[in-house]
């Protein structure tokens, strides 16, 4: 029922029951709290599945960490790259490029870095966002392929990359044809909705060129150059050392 028909509704009872102009109005002003109490309640439930949505994806360790956090992970050495990456929430709006966080090393930190970064940004600007390995995007774009799946390929693609910001973490573990094609697919359709993407890899983007160039196969050179063309383009380079932290 809609509230005017509520109205009309409370106004044949004051009728009936003799109720004055007063008792009317507090009962409108009850029900009208009654509702919003629902409405405010479904929003929260929204949010929650949002947040679950947004983050589920993140390390169980690392899914509470704030940019205050993250301050006391790193020695002193490391803390203009760490600044530099808190500064990229702060300035999140008006953001061209997202970063490319590299360190050979495994343990630096990296993930934690990007998982703080997912949170900040979908926690202050309540934007949509997406974390996720690699491994975990690549999965989902294979399990588009069985002939009983409810969503293809390139809905797999879209639905990640029309999110304000992308997170993807280890990129650089996969280096077949298949791998680098789709991942710059993922990265073309990225930039068609002004995306802006985060990384976290174990190679730094020559390193990652050398490491799928090492194939041999010539035909993919000039997707692997556009690939980390696009990588090169969509970020900034952002190197850790190798002092594992774990």
């Keep these: 029922m809609n509230l005017d028909g509520m109205i009309n509704d409370y106004k044949q009872m004051g009728k009936v029951n ?13 029900k009208e709290r009654e509702l919003q109490a629902k409405i405010n309640k479904a929003s ?33 050495e490391e803390m203009p790259q760490v600044n530099m990456a808190i500064d990229s929430v702060y300035d999140f709006k008006t953001l061209e490029k997202g970063l490319y966080i590299y360190s050979k090393q495994p343990g630096t930190g990296k993930t934690t870095l990007l998982s703080a970064l997912a949170r900040a940004v979908y926690k202050q600007y309540e934007e949509p966002i997406f974390f996720a390995t690699e491994e975990y995007i690549l999965s989902k774009v294979k399990e588009s392929y069985n002939p ?35 991942l710059k697919r993922l990265l073309d359709e990225m930039m068609n909705n002004d995306s802006i993407l985060f990384v976290t890899s174990n190679y730094g983007l020559n390193d990652l060129a050398a490491k ?6 010539n035909s993919l050179n000039r997707t692997i150059d556009q690939f980390v063309d696009r990588l090169n383009g969509m970020t900034k380079p952002v190197k850790f050392g190798n002092k594992s932290y774990r």
């Design 18 to 30: 003799n109720r004055s102009e007063k008792t009317l109005a507090e009962l409108l002003e009850q």
């Design 44 to 76: 929260k439930h929204l949010d929650n599945e949002r947040y679950i949505k947004n983050l589920s994806r993140m390390p169980k360790k690392t899914i509470d960490l704030t940019l205050n956090d993250i301050k006391n992970t790193w020695e002193s």
């Design 148 to 182: 009983e799946a409810q969503t293809s390929e390139d809905e797999v693609i879209r639905d990640i990359a029309k999110n304000r910001a992308v997170f993807i973490d280890e990129l650089g573990q996969n280096s077949t044809d298949w791998a680098v094609r789709t």
């Design 212 to 217: 799928l160039y090492s194939k041999e196969n």
